[in-house]
């Protein structure tokens, strides 16, 4: 289970949420099976999206995070809740390239640059809210900054880090957001811009068992931070049989009908956490049926 917290500073200029998503990264290795460099970019964006989910106001509302940048990892998508819980999978879970000269998994060199980052909020309105931009980086966490700044006009500093073992597990995984609220007077930008010159990796400080709130007052160092709020999200996922239902019966006629034409059943896959879920053929010949007196 993660730690998640939000913090602001004493004048109300900096707003932070930050996250140790140790646990969660390492749910979605065990369940993806992801090679080290897959690891590290699903990773990354399940952090971001676990903290983008818990920013938003509504119990009930929902973001959905998709990077597609024409890499070998194909599209990474992740979705999370209010509360921060969240789930996600890349398309390729196993792609295998050449670390960066510096020793560093490429995660960029996995998920690509010629493509975009997609936002969709889910607000309770009649349409989802959906947002984009070109890729930066794809090294996520700058991509990330890029939404903020183009499409929510949101002065945003991101950093997200996942350290991968040698046996593939994940030993820390975390990150954080950091945010100027309107009206922040340039000497309190001035202040923080010398802080950040100096910050360390978060995983690096995570694996020297800092705490996540260590974390925040250290990039805060020289203001008053005040601890507003603290979740303990997870890798959750929200899929179950009667929601698997509920899609074949958006299906048409004709492709309900083959489906209950093979006697080897309907197997549908969750990709977010794996299961499978079988469908004979009478239930397939039932859910027909039933789409027929509920057209």
């Known amino acids: 289970m993660g730690k998640l917290i939000r913090c602001i500073t004493s004048e109300g200029a900096i707003m932070v949420s930050a996250i140790d998503s140790t646990d969660i990264v390492a749910k979605a290795e065990e369940i993806h099976k992801t090679s080290a460099v897959i690891t590290a970019a699903l990773g990354r964006l399940l952090t971001a999206g676990s903290m983008m989910g818990n920013m938003l106001k509504g119990e ?82 700058e991509d990330i900054t890029s939404y903020y700044a183009t499409s929510e006009q949101i002065p945003t500093v991101c950093a997200l880090g996942v350290l991968v073992d040698t046996d593939l597990t994940v030993k820390k995984a975390g990150g954080y957001i950091l945010q100027l609220l309107p009206f922040t007077e340039d000497a309190i930008i001035d202040k923080l811009e010398e802080n950040l010159k100096t910050v360390r990796p978060v995983t690096e400080l995570l694996e020297n068992g800092w705490d996540i709130e260590d974390i925040v007052r250290d990039v805060l160092k020289g203001f008053e931070v005040e601890v507003i709020y603290e979740e303990h999200p997870e890798y959750k996922c929200k899929c179950s049989r009667e929601k698997i239902e509920s899609i074949l019966m958006g299906l048409s006629q004709e492709d309900l009908t083959e489906m209950a034409a093979d006697e080897k059943g309907t197997e549908v896959k969750c990709h977010f956490c794996e299961t499978n879920y079988v469908f004979t053929p009478e239930e397939i010949e039932k859910i027909k049926t039933e789409k027929t007196k509920n057209p």
Do not use: H, Q
Not at 110 to 119: E, K, P, Y
Not at 129 to 137: E, L, R
């Open 60 to 141: 009930k509302n929902s973001i959905s995070l998709k990077i597609d940048g024409g890499g070998p990892s194909g599209a990474i998508t992740v979705s999370a809740d209010s509360v921060g819980n969240v789930r996600g999978y890349a398309v390729n879970p196993v792609v295998e390239i050449p670390l960066k000269p510096n020793g560093k998994l490429d995660v960029s060199g996995a998920v690509g640059v010629n493509g975009n980052l997609f936002i969709t909020k889910d607000l309770g309105l009649k349409e989802p809210y959906n947002g984009f931009v070109p890729i930066v980086s794809g090294e996520i966490a």
